[in-house]
């Protein structure tokens, strides 16, 4: 029982001390996350797979677009398959209203992060990075929390041409009705955080057998 409890005390310490130190870094300390070496994927979706964190989960699932969620929060993550197969490049103006906003490039892969206050003091966090975007809706407290997340998860993103290529050639798939092209998003400065609850997700994963899976 004494070792339970001391267990118990030294768990604790560390969590504390990750909070801590998660509050003490800056914005750009942890978007630095994009330059370490990514982490080996537990989650695997047609054309792509990722990493997720201890304690976050899969709670729904398209073909380009999956939403996470953890602590009661979710995110939502959008893979563009089409800009990536074209190898398109994302451009960026900083916005000087905004808490956070800066440009995005690593390792030959470029985007942009924006956290900008919305309504009932809310936050919304908007990442692109490596042909993926993440959007998260929290209060300012956790605003670090979900960027270093959101870093980790698109660090982690590796695809498979050769299943991109069938994907976009299929006939009997019409990639395009899921209408997302996150460039053309950027430049109409929409806000596509309910995009993973529109019908035509549905009606594609009706046409598509989803295999995928989570490890």
């Not at 990722?50 to 709670?59: A, E, H, R, S, T």
């Not at 979900?146 to 050769?162: E, G, P, V």
């Not at 950027?186 to 994963?205: A, F, H, M, R, S």
């Amino acid at each position: 029982m004494k070792a339970k409890k001391i267990l118990l005390i030294i768990l604790s310490c560390f969590i504390l001390v990750g909070c801590t130190n998660l509050k003490n870094v800056s914005y750009d300390e942890i978007m630095n996350n994009l330059t370490l070496a990514p982490k080996r994927a537990n989650v695997h979706r047609q054309g792509y797979q990722f990493f997720i964190p201890q304690g976050m989960q899969v709670k729904k699932a398209g073909i380009s677009y999956v939403i996470l969620s953890s602590n009661n929060i979710d995110y939502y993550l959008y893979v563009d398959l089409i800009s990536y197969n074209a190898k398109d490049n994302v451009t960026y103006e900083i916005n000087q209203d905004a808490l956070y906003s800066t440009t995005l490039n690593y390792q030959d892969k470029n985007g942009y992060v924006e956290v900008k206050l919305q309504e009932n003091n809310q936050y919304l966090i908007e990442i692109m990075y490596n042909y993926a975007k993440i959007e998260v809706m929290v209060d300012e407290s956790k605003v670090k929390e979900c960027l270093s997340n959101s870093a980790t998860i698109l660090n982690s993103i590796r695809f498979d041409d050769l299943v991109i290529k069938n994907l976009l050639n299929d006939d009997n798939l019409d990639y395009t009705e899921e209408n997302f092209n996150m460039f053309d998003d950027i430049k109409e400065n929409t806000n596509v955080l309910d995009y993973g609850d529109g019908t035509n997700q549905t009606e594609n994963e009706e046409k598509v057998k989803d295999t995928d899976y989570v490890d």
